[in-house]
């Protein structure tokens, strides 16, 4: 279910806002520096505020400590109040933060896969990076270019990427993680040493250690992240084309119907989230749903892997006369708010601003507009239903019938035996999550929680990560979805409901959760629902040799067409 479970530890940016700021509104224009406290490691960022010529903010960042950091394009600030923020999509980052009243300070939160306290203050001159001493003759601009490797995390697989380039400063060096939508993050530092190369990621407390083969076509090597080594081998790339995975079922424009990019707000949470409605040619009113993407910070697309499901299904849908909105997860990409202290509950309120957003559009049909969830979606849409009468129906798209303890007990089972262990050792593993949840689903207080959990994952979870794992299993949203009964929603949902499941989801196991769902509606008296497990589908409903989440990126099939053909046609017949 939960993507975080099996995500690579790579860093994705969030951040906390501050109360309004009660006099003039501070002035942001200047440089400002502020020092990121990354484990042991310290970088110091600089940010460049000025305005243009119409006086909207723009700025650029600088990492002084990583060679080759400076001049990040930020891509979009702003500036409410005593509330500031800025993004760069070139490094999936965001900051959000408050001034103090005196307008010299801002203080907030940056966060790469976890919140980490940043606060800027302003300065007269900005620092300067550090030149080096002197510049090794080894640097002479061999290695320059692209080079791809292929990284085995035993639950998923991940293309990682190095551009390496030589310059006066040195080797520099980005990395990409393309499955995970994640470019450009700056390497701290790069190395080479004859057949030697050592490539540092500190922010992420990684490290790549390899040796360079004599055609300089390979780098045999290790990527090192916490505790954790892997194998790690680098092959320079001739053709850019070689990074694309191929995806045969991802649209091309143009569109034989209208997109647009929106923006809505969701009162309740006080934020704006961007989004795109796809609306039918033809003069309407259309049917209309909302797309709900699954658990883990996800753009429109719901991309991850390569794959963008929710590209392909609202695409799908629009063809067939269904207008289709699709939105960033608050916090993420294009959406204001903060995504790292947000809960299921949360999400469903910005499912609902959605639904209104709908309603105020004239092509849109206001007695047929539906939900259709995906994963942690397919928990929201009955959550949604369950207490809007103008929801018209309902698609649970490997959607749960139980509570998440129960899934993830299953989940650890079932993806462990995928990866080759056997059902006893899986079993091990299984029984040692469960004692984990159980005491999650029994202490309320975050304090004694993770004093009970630090008690029980001693000697199972290294120390070095020890308080990055207490911190995410006591965050806002883990607690919310452990002890979440998805059941009382579903006997509350009157209104049609669609809800499937591949037969080889290991991460929402059918014959756990398809017969919950069932009995939850019946019990509810909800007499027009079809629950139905797809024979051969992995949980993103591709077809799948096995199902295990490491086989997701090597399919090239986005969504099976048998799914996308059955949720179009389910809907235009309600």
Same mark, same amino acid.
């Given at each position: 279910?939960?993507?975080?479970?099996?995500?690579?530890?790579?860093?994705?940016?969030?951040?906390?806002?501050?109360?309004?700021?009660?006099?003039?509104?501070?002035?942001?224009?200047?440089? *400002?520096? #502020?020092? $990121?406290?990354? @484990?042991?490691?310290? !970088? &110091?960022? %600089?940010? /460049?505020?000025?305005?243009?010529? =119409? +006086?909207?903010?723009?700025?650029?960042?600088?990492?002084?400590?990583?060679?080759?950091?400076?001049?990040?394009?930020?891509?979009?600030?702003?500036?409410?109040?005593?509330?500031?923020?800025?993004?760069?999509?070139?490094?999936?980052?965001?900051?959000?933060?408050?001034?103090?009243?005196?307008?010299?300070?801002?203080?907030?939160?940056?966060?790469?896969?976890?919140?980490?306290?940043?606060?800027?203050?302003?300065?007269?001159?900005?620092?300067?990076?550090?030149?080096?001493?002197?510049?090794?003759?080894?640097?002479?601009?061999?290695?320059?270019?692209? *080079?791809? #490797?292929? $990284?085995?995390? @035993?639950?998923?697989? !991940? &293309?990682? %990427?190095? /551009?390496?380039?030589?310059?006066? =400063? +040195?080797?520099?060096?980005?990395?990409?993680?393309?499955?995970?939508?994640?470019?450009?993050?700056?390497?701290?530092?790069?190395?080479?040493?004859?057949?030697?190369?050592?490539?540092?990621?500190?922010?992420?407390?990684?490290?790549?250690?390899?040796?360079?083969?004599?055609?300089?076509?390979?780098?045999?090597?290790?990527?090192?992240?916490?505790?954790?080594?892997?194998?790690?081998?680098?092959?320079?790339?001739?053709?850019?084309?070689?990074?694309?995975?191929?995806?045969?079922?991802?649209?091309?424009?143009?569109?034989?119907?209208?997109?647009?990019?929106?923006?809505?707000?969701?009162?309740?949470?006080?934020?704006? !989230?961007?989004?795109?409605?796809?609306?039918?040619?033809?003069?309407?009113?259309?049917?209309?749903?909302?797309?709900?993407?699954?658990?883990?910070?996800?753009?429109?697309?719901?991309?991850?892997?390569?794959?963008?499901?929710?590209?392909?299904?609202?695409?799908?849908?629009?063809?067939?006369?269904?207008?289709?909105?699709?939105?960033?997860?608050?916090?993420?990409?294009?959406?204001?708010?903060?995504?790292?202290?947000?809960?299921?509950?949360?999400?469903?309120?910005?499912?609902?601003?959605?639904?209104?957003?709908?309603?105020?559009?004239?092509?849109?049909?206001?007695?047929?507009?539906?939900?259709?969830?995906?994963?942690?979606?397919?928990?929201?849409?009955?959550?949604?239903?369950?207490?809007?009468?103008?929801?018209?129906?309902?698609?649970?798209?490997?959607?749960?019938?139980?509570?998440?303890?129960?899934?993830?007990?299953?989940?650890?089972?079932?993806?462990?035996?995928?990866?080759?262990?056997?059902?006893?050792?899986?079993?091990?593993?299984?029984?040692?999550?469960?004692?984990?949840?159980?005491?999650?689903?029994?202490?309320?207080?975050?304090?004694?929680?993770?004093?009970?959990?630090?008690?029980?994952?001693?000697?199972?979870?290294?120390?070095?990560?020890?308080?990055?794992?207490?911190?995410?299993?006591?965050?806002?949203?883990?607690?919310?979805?452990?002890?979440?009964?998805?059941?009382?929603?579903?006997?509350?949902?009157?209104?049609?409901?669609?809800?499937?499941?591949?037969?080889?989801?290991?991460?929402?196991?059918?014959?756990?959760?398809?017969?919950?769902?069932?009995?939850?509606?019946?019990?509810?008296?909800?007499?027009?629902?079809?629950?139905?497990?797809?024979?051969?589908?992995?949980?993103?409903?591709?077809?799948?040799?096995?199902?295990?989440?490491?086989?997701?990126?090597?399919?090239?099939?986005?969504?099976?067409?048998?799914?996308?053909?059955?949720?179009?046609?389910?809907?235009?017949?309600?």
């Amino acid at each position: 279910m939960s993507n975080r479970r099996i995500a690579f530890g790579l860093i994705v940016m969030a951040g906390v806002l501050g109360s309004v700021f009660g006099q003039a509104p501070p002035n942001p224009v200047g440089d *400002w520096q #502020g020092t $990121l406290h990354v @484990g042991s490691a310290e !970088l &110091r960022l %600089v940010l /460049h505020v000025s305005k243009n010529d =119409d +006086g909207a903010l723009k700025a650029t960042l600088d990492s002084i400590d990583q060679p080759g950091s400076n001049g990040i394009a930020v891509t979009s600030i702003s500036l409410e109040g005593a509330k500031f923020a800025f993004t760069s999509a070139a490094i999936h980052g965001s900051y959000q933060g408050k001034f103090t009243t005196d307008g010299a300070t801002v203080r907030g939160t940056w966060t790469q896969g976890q919140p980490l306290p940043l606060d800027f203050k302003r300065v007269g001159s900005a620092m300067k990076t550090p030149k080096p001493s002197h510049i090794a003759a080894t640097l002479d601009g061999a290695l320059d270019g692209t *080079w791809l #490797g292929n $990284l085995d995390t @035993g639950a998923v697989k !991940l &293309r990682i %990427v190095f /551009h390496l380039a030589a310059t006066a =400063d +040195g080797l520099t060096a980005t990395m990409d993680s393309p499955d995970q939508n994640v470019k450009g993050i700056p390497a701290t530092s790069a190395t080479r040493n004859g057949s030697s190369l050592v490539i540092e990621m500190k922010q992420m407390a990684g490290k790549f250690e390899g040796k360079i083969n004599p055609g300089l076509s390979s780098i045999d090597g290790t990527w090192t992240q916490g505790p954790a080594s892997l194998p790690l081998v680098l092959a320079r790339v001739n053709d850019s084309a070689e990074l694309e995975r191929r995806r045969p079922q991802n649209p091309v424009p143009p569109y034989p119907y209208r997109s647009e990019d929106v923006e809505y707000s969701n009162p309740v949470a006080n934020i704006k !989230l961007a989004a795109t409605l796809t609306i039918p040619k033809g003069a309407g009113p259309f049917p209309a749903v909302v797309l709900i993407t699954g658990s883990g910070p996800q753009d429109r697309d719901e991309a991850l892997l390569g794959h963008k499901p929710f590209l392909v299904l609202s695409d799908y849908l629009t063809r067939r006369g269904i207008a289709v909105l699709r939105t960033d997860d608050r916090g993420v990409a294009k959406s204001g708010g903060t995504f790292a202290t947000a809960t299921t509950a949360d999400f469903a309120t910005d499912t609902e601003a959605g639904v209104a957003y709908l309603k105020s559009r004239p092509e849109v049909n206001p007695r047929k507009i539906g939900l259709v969830g995906h994963s942690e979606g397919g928990i929201i849409a009955p959550m949604v239903a369950a207490r809007n009468p103008d929801i018209a129906f309902i698609v649970m798209m490997a959607g749960s019938g139980v509570n998440g303890e129960e899934i993830l007990v299953a989940q650890t089972q079932l993806i462990a035996e995928a990866a080759g262990a056997t059902h006893a050792d899986a079993g091990k593993g299984a029984a040692q999550e469960r004692a984990m949840l159980d005491i999650v689903a029994s202490e309320k207080d975050v304090v004694a929680l993770k004093k009970k959990l630090r008690e029980n994952l001693a000697g199972k979870v290294p120390e070095e990560k020890m308080d990055a794992t207490l911190k995410q299993i006591a965050s806002p949203w883990y607690l919310y979805f452990v002890t979440y009964d998805p059941a009382p929603a579903l006997r509350t949902v009157k209104c049609p409901v669609l809800a499937i499941g591949g037969s080889k989801d290991l991460q929402v196991p059918p014959n756990q959760n398809l017969p919950a769902i069932r009995k939850a509606l019946e019990d509810g008296g909800n007499h027009n629902f079809e629950v139905e497990e797809l024979p051969g589908l992995n949980h993103l409903f591709q077809t799948a040799p096995t199902g295990a989440p490491s086989e997701y990126s090597e399919i090239e099939e986005t969504i099976a067409p048998v799914v996308l053909d059955k949720i179009a046609s389910w809907i235009l017949k309600q």
